[in-house]
């Protein structure tokens, strides 16, 4: 019995699952980082626990994809790339997984063609294990990646995403995973995507069971979430009918609606007779323990609300978008409305927009819908970019049935037959001119941009050169651990930090005192290796900066809105500006859509005028009470 | 009472002399105007002087500086470089009050101060020398006898200030009409600059190489040079980096510059040390450039690679001993290169960076290593001064040890708070031209490629600012 390693043909990794006497573990823990910490776990803490992860003879290590692209570069300040070098390093054996969306690649909305290959060319010098899937298991909307993805070398995984009700049918996703082997061929591994962990560990079992039977040659990946605590039972039921690799996380780490501890898995396994491939159990036991400790400093990113969430089973929300809504709702102040939003209204919204399912960038369209049904008062009364293109078919067809038509009147208006019939369809996104893409980049860093560099900026613009210009000033960040990287409340004078550099030095730096001169102007004494230095700050921080800003209350942009004055509500980017200058416009009218954790949110005028100022553009980045437009009443 | 020595002068010169004077058991007296007031040199030399609130106008008056040294007992004055140190009516001054300046006798530096009259000196001497014409005349007839020179000898050609020096009053002529409009605004400007408006020309030497001798000479008739120096690496004829000795492999060829040199020296009657400066061009024929009065801010490397240490020997000189040692005794060893460290902004076209506090400030240290500076942490960069902050000199056994040396200390080095020329020289040091010694007058407009850098290399200086910022806000403002 012996383990994959990193590195093995796919065609081998594939005879070695289809014989396979009993079954391998994938480590999911860019999910849990995702799912119960926010996608914030450092690769500082990854790092320390790398030695004992390549020990422990996964399947593979799922580190990278989903949000935690996007996240790395804007949260983090790490280089995506250089993390999966640097963990590489450290873990010479075990294959790297990544979750790619598809059409929508680490994002929310389709690519063009070229920079779906481009991106994921890039990434398969790194990444062995491609689990990639389609919100609405359109097969088409991931064609591109398979083809370069099976042009690399690497492994396909492509999903089935799963879901409940009386749609899903094993029939339905038998002839789903028909359809994707039909593209992909049989030396891939198939995924059963049960990104909400919704199902009971029956209906898992006669699913697994019913694929096996149709497809018997493509080994199974069971992917589940634990939010009602039951995934364990999941997954007995999925080995038990013939899955052979299933998802599970670190115990030191494990929380709420993220994956199961491995070693729960491993023992309930090994009483029905199923043994992990590979495994030391001693070294997932190591790795829990090396990482224990630094749990502590991520609290501040677990889940608003504890406890296990059997409900998930009516709501659906995936794992991976609980934290991110919870706090939302914290944010907004409107954590007393979620048994509404998430037990009547998320599961109506989702009944009325065709029982898809519920996984990005889908589960934000419903959540956001659902969010904006319930507070905004009027149903479909507020719809976002993103459901318009939802209905116009942008993402694909629906599964199962179309919203019935008054949804479709409420979201592109009374014409919305003569829109749906000009704009409808799925289209291919234009490619991009990537010689004038590079160029551009060129200009912003002030100097010739690598090719990874270029891929971050294609995904994120605006993200990704704040991230570069980041690094030239503050160096490589990731060095840092968590204790330092989320201190909050300043460090006590005399604190010793120690860390080794990019480069490998070790260096240390000595907490001294922070006095305010007479004008106001902070003065931050550090003894960097046994030197000491000095770091200014002026008085008043600069605009834009963090820490700044007059902070208007929820009431105060409220009032002011009444009074023509449109300020954010939250901070967020700017989507879109519906309205230009000198426009007449009602009560009610959308006049911005501002976006935040995903999530869009329209701005609607709160009088009847004209506007008549437009102080910022889309993709600008606003603090709560940032200034958006003004509207003068009607002379 | 033990002998007290002025030092007129401020920076890291000031700081030189005065190491120099309490070697030899005297006293050093230093002068400074207001904007000088936290300068170090106060606090090193014995006593200090204030000369007035400056700035520049009060290191320039030539009586201040004789009076501060009368009140203060001190028995000579030590110019530095800069400032009076090539001002004959200083030396006069010095010598009508019975103060011994150190230096050459003020006709001396008169004469060889008038350009013209220095080429004449050397002339009659038969030192070979770069085609040139004597002073011009007033008005029309000086532009005809400009014209008429440029005629034969071809453009460019350079036009200089007779009283002009240290690099400064000169400009290049490409044409006739450049010529005309030239002529008046380099007179003016030379009358503003050296009290004097004349102005002369020679032939321009394309992209030759910049070599000088160092000279002392004692007032018993003899006089040593102490080998080579070589200080092409220039930006508008401002020396940046210079080495010794010289690089060019024939040894025959740099024996003669440096029997010319002497015999220039004595030609002029020359007394303390000095520096003889020469252009090579590149078929390797020398030319006379000119001699100048002074201690160079380059002379730690011949120091360096001769163990003599100039200004302890200006000292002696101008109190009328006999040096110490015969030419015999001179022996060179090694390469030594020196960079000029100034607060500027080499992509900037070397702004200075006066009004900026240094926050930080680490020096470098080992074996060949030495610092002749004058800044500290938290010291506030003037602007009225020049941007000098440290010379770093290093030393080696082989040119190849000497630049890995001078690689190794710039990366140690430290200063924040201003730009500084280290990650430029930086550049240099790792440039393959440089690397094989090989390099001219044009080497900065060659190698354009070394103006590029990251401000900042230093990883744990990024870091640093990092986590005071995490200090500063109470949280990390970029992990929200």
């Known amino acids: 019995m012996t383990r994959i390693i990193q590195g093995t043909p796919v065609e081998d ?113 790194y990444v062995d294990v491609w689990r990639t899937f389609d919100f609405l298991n359109h097969v088409p909307n991931m064609h591109a990646v398979f083809e370069e993805v099976a042009k690399a070398g690497k492994l396909n995984e492509p999903c089935i995403c799963f879901s409940t009700g009386p749609e899903h049918t094993n029939e339905y996703y038998v002839a789903k995973a028909a359809e994707i082997v039909a593209v992909t061929g049989q030396d891939i591994t198939l995924c059963i995507k049960n990104h909400g962990g919704l199902g009971t560990p029956k209906r898992i079992g006669e699913l697994v069971d019913a694929l096996k039977q149709k497809l018997p040659e493509v080994p199974i990946h069971y992917h589940g979430h634990n939010t009602d605590g039951n995934d364990v039972g999941r997954i007995v039921e999925a080995v038990r009918s013939g899955a052979t690799i299933i998802d599970a996380a670190d115990s030191s780490f494990s929380g709420f609606y993220g994956p199961p501890p491995i070693l729960t898995v491993v023992q309930t396994l090994k009483e029905y007779g199923f043994e992990p491939v590979g495994l030391d159990e001693e070294a997932v036991i190591a790795t829990s323990e090396v990482i224990r400790d630094q749990r502590k400093h991520y609290e501040q990113f677990e889940s608003q609300i504890k406890g296990f969430q059997p409900t998930v089973q009516i709501h659906k929300l995936p794992g991976g978008a609980m934290g991110s809504s919870l706090e939302q709702a914290a944010k907004g102040g409107f954590l007393d409305k979620m048994p509404d939003i998430l037990h009547k209204e998320l599961p109506r919204v989702q009944q009325e927009l065709g029982n898809y399912w519920s996984v990005t960038p889908g589960s934000q369209i419903l959540w956001t819908t659902a969010v904006s049904n319930v507070l905004g008062g009027e149903r479909y009364g507020n719809p976002s970019g993103d459901l318009r293109n939802l209905l116009l078919g942008k993402y694909g067809p629906f599964p199962f049935y179309q919203p019935e038509e008054w949804i479709y009147q409420k979201v592109l208006g009374d014409d919305w037959r003569r829109v749906l019939a000009e704009e409808g369809g799925v289209e291919d996104v234009p490619d991009m001119d990537l010689a004038h893409e590079r160029y551009a980049l060129s200009e912003l860093i002030g100097g010739e941009p690598t090719d990874e560099q270029l891929v971050l900026y294609l995904q994120h613009p605006n993200d990704a050169v704040e991230f570069f210009k980041f690094s030239e000033k503050y160096g490589q960040v990731y060095v840092l651990p968590p204790s330092i990287f989320f201190h909050s409340g300043g460090f006590p004078i005399g604190e010793k930090l120690a860390f080794r550099d990019h480069h490998g030095k070790e260096h240390m730096i000595e907490i001294g005192p922070t006095p305010v001169n007479d004008s106001g102007e902070t003065s931050v004494y550090l003894i960097v290796d046994h030197h000491p230095s000095i770091f200014n700050f002026r008085a008043k921080p600069v605009v834009g900066q963090p820490g700044e800003a007059p902070v208007l209350s929820k009431e105060e942009i409220l009032d002011l809105a009444k009074a023509g004055d449109i300020r954010s509500p939250f901070s967020g980017k700017v989507v879109e500006i519906s309205v230009e200058e000198g426009q007449e416009i009602l009560v009610g009218d959308r006049v911005a859509i501002m976006e935040a954790m995903k999530m869009q949110t329209p701005i609607l005028s709160e009088m009847s005028g004209i506007v008549t100022s437009i102080f910022v553009k889309k993709g600008d980045s606003l603090k709560p009470g940032g200034k958006i437009l003004k509207i003068d009443k009607n002379e | 009472m033990k002998k007290r020595i002025l030092v007129a002068n401020r920076g890291e010169i000031a700081i030189r002399l005065i190491r120099a004077i309490q070697e030899l058991g005297y006293e050093a007296i230093a002068v400074y105007e207001t904007p000088d007031e936290m300068s170090r040199h106060i606090r090193i030399a014995d006593e200090a002087v204030l000369l007035g609130d400056g700035p520049r106008c009060d290191y320039l008056n030539i009586e201040k500086v004789i009076r501060a040294a009368k009140r203060s007992e001190a028995c000579a004055i030590h110019p530095g470089y800069g400032f009076l140190a090539e001002n004959p009516y200083f030396a006069k001054a010095c010598e009508k009050t019975d103060i011994v300046f150190i230096g050459p006798t003020s006709d001396i530096i008169a004469n060889l101060g008038n350009k013209v009259v220095a080429r004449q000196i050397m002339a009659e001497a038969g030192i070979p020398m770069v085609p040139g014409t004597q002073t011009l005349k007033q008005g029309r007839e000086g532009l005809a006898e400009a014209l008429d020179f440029a005629g034969h000898y071809g453009y460019p050609i350079m036009l200089k200030a007779t009283s002009g020096g240290g690099g400064r009053g000169i400009r290049r002529i490409e044409s006739d009409a450049e010529m005309k409009e030239q002529i008046p605004i380099a007179r003016a400007e030379a009358l503003a600059a050296f009290n004097d408006d004349s102005v002369y020309l020679e032939k321009v030497i394309v992209n030759p190489k910049h070599v000088e001798v160092q000279i ?265």
């Open chain 1, 13 to 125: 990794i594939v005879k070695t699952l289809r014989t396979a006497k009993g079954y391998y573990i994938t480590n999911t823990a860019r999910d849990q980082s995702q799912s119960d910490f926010k996608n914030r776990i450092l690769l500082h803490t990854d790092l320390m626990a790398a030695e004992q992860r390549d020990r422990a003879g996964y399947f593979s290590l799922e580190i990278t994809g989903g949000a935690s692209i996007h996240v790395d570069i804007l949260r983090k300040q790490v280089d995506p790339f250089l993390k999966l070098r640097k963990l590489r390093e450290g873990m010479p054996h075990t294959m790297f997984q990544t979750l790619c969306r598809g059409v929508n690649l680490f994002g929310y909305r389709p690519y063009p063609q070229n920079i779906i290959r481009f991106t994921v060319r890039e990434f398969a010098k």
């Open chain 2, 216 to 480: 002392l000479a004692d007032s018993h008739g003899h006089t040593v040079h102490l080998g080579t120096r070589d200080c092409s690496i220039q930006r508008r004829n401002q020396k940046l980096v210079e080495i010794a000795p010289s690089m060019i492999k024939d040894k025959k060829l740099i024996d003669e510059i440096c029997e010319t040199a002497v015999r220039a020296a004595k030609a002029a009657r020359y007394l303390n040390a000095g520096t003889v400066e020469f252009l090579i061009d590149q078929d390797m024929k020398y030319y006379f450039m000119e001699i100048n009065t002074r201690v160079q801010v380059e002379h730690t490397v011949t120091e360096m690679i001769t163990g003599i240490d100039i200004v302890r020997n200006q000292i002696n000189i101008a109190f009328g001993k006999p040096l110490s040692f015969t030419q015999d005794d001179v022996q060179i060893r090694g390469h030594a290169i020196e960079v000029r460290i100034n607060a500027e902004d080499p992509k900037n076209d070397f702004m200075p960076e006066g009004g900026k506090k240094v926050s930080v400030y680490r020096s470098t240290g080992g074996f060949g290593v030495r610092l002749d500076g004058f800044v500290y942490q938290g010291y506030i960069i003037p602007e009225v001064y020049d941007s000098l902050l440290v010379k770093l000199t290093v030393h080696g056994f082989t040119w190849d040890e000497t630049v890995g040396r001078l690689k190794r200390c710039l990366q140690n080095f430290a200063i924040r708070g201003p730009k500084t020329t280290i990650p430029f020289y930086m550049n240099i040091a790792n440039e393959k031209d440089f690397l094989s010694g090989d390099f001219d007058t044009s080497y900065i407009e060659t190698h354009p490629h070394i103006f590029y850098y990251d401000e900042d290399s230093s990883e744990v200086g990024k870091l640093s600012r990092f986590i005071a910022e995490i200090q500063y806000r109470g949280e990390n403002p970029f992990a929200k």
